[in-house]
């Protein structure tokens, strides 16, 4: 029988650093997708399962053993971390290969992904903790503040290649304009 | 230009597609005639209308958005899963 050996989507590509800005690849764990059917209520199943309360849009929650979830969507969320078994009332969904998770952090972080997103990402808007579905180019992304000088971003798995390309080269460039200056 | 999603607040133009006005769909064993102006027919006003709008790049849902073509003031958007 063939061995397969397991490949993480940025495989060789991370981690890079330019100007003090990190890109790094993180595992999370295991991706969970969790979608509320119909106008079911899963906030106690998800509770119970996790430890974590559900998010409402634009929040994350954390639970036990370092689970994360994050608000993935229309009454839809992604769990980071331990995977879930079914809940009641819910399409429970592993999708741990399916997603490239990236962290950028250190200071000048938020001006990097400012390139790229057109999120607002001042802190007033997007606080350490929030999280919102948006573009990264032209790649639809998972972008969660962590940290103060830090962030999540997913994209999809077949994006990773693009994903690190873009991000590199919006650090690059933002380099280039701190030596002008 | 940006749209006010019910889900993610204010976002930028780019991450929407348009996909038509807000129309409702005729009914069962409507006639032809109610289909063809479902399909066909629009009015193209200048002045407010209410169209519906794809957030695929954000949360994913659809919208019912209402605008003026003249001013190109945004007046509200809503989820269309609440009904057109």
């Given at each position: 029988m063939a061995r397969l050996i397991a490949k993480t989507p940025a495989e060789g590509l991370l981690p890079v650093e330019v100007a003090g800005v990190?890109?790094?690849e993180v595992d999370p764990g295991g991706l969970t997708s969790v979608a509320a059917l119909g106008?079911?209520?899963i906030g106690a199943a998800l509770k119970a399962a996790?430890?974590?309360s559900l998010p409402g849009p634009g929040a994350t929650t954390t639970g036990r053993g370092g689970a994360r979830v994050v608000w993935f969507g229309v009454?839809?969320?992604l769990v980071m971390g331990p995977p879930v078994a079914a809940l009641d009332g819910a399409a429970v969904t592993d999708q741990s290969d399916a997603w490239c998770t990236l962290r950028l952090d250190g200071a000048g972080a938020r001006d990097v992904l400012a390139r790229l997103t057109p999120l607002d990402l001042r802190p007033s808007s997007f606080a350490e903790g929030a999280t919102a579905r948006t573009l990264l180019g032209h790649m639809q992304?998972?972008?969660t503040r962590v940290e103060d000088d830090a962030y999540l971003i997913l994209v999809f798995r077949s994006m990773a290649k693009t994903a690190v390309h873009e991000i590199t080269e919006a650090m690059e460039s933002r380099a280039a304009r701190l030596r002008l200056t | 230009m940006r749209?006010?999603?019910p889900c993610c607040g204010d976002r930028d133009i780019r991450e929407f597609t348009y996909r038509g006005a807000?129309?409702?769909?005729p009914g069962e064993g409507a006639g032809i005639d109610r289909w063809d102006d479902y399909l066909h027919l629009r009015d193209n006003p200048a002045g407010a209308v209410r169209d519906l709008w794809y957030h695929g790049g954000g949360c994913g849902?659809?919208?019912v958005v209402e605008r003026d073509t003249v001013t190109h003031a945004v007046d509200g958007a809503r989820l269309a899963a609440e009904g057109l």
């Open positions: 990190r890109l790094s106008g079911a209520d996790t430890g974590a009454r839809h969320v992304a998972s972008i | 749209l006010p999603c807000a129309l409702a769909r849902a659809w919208l």
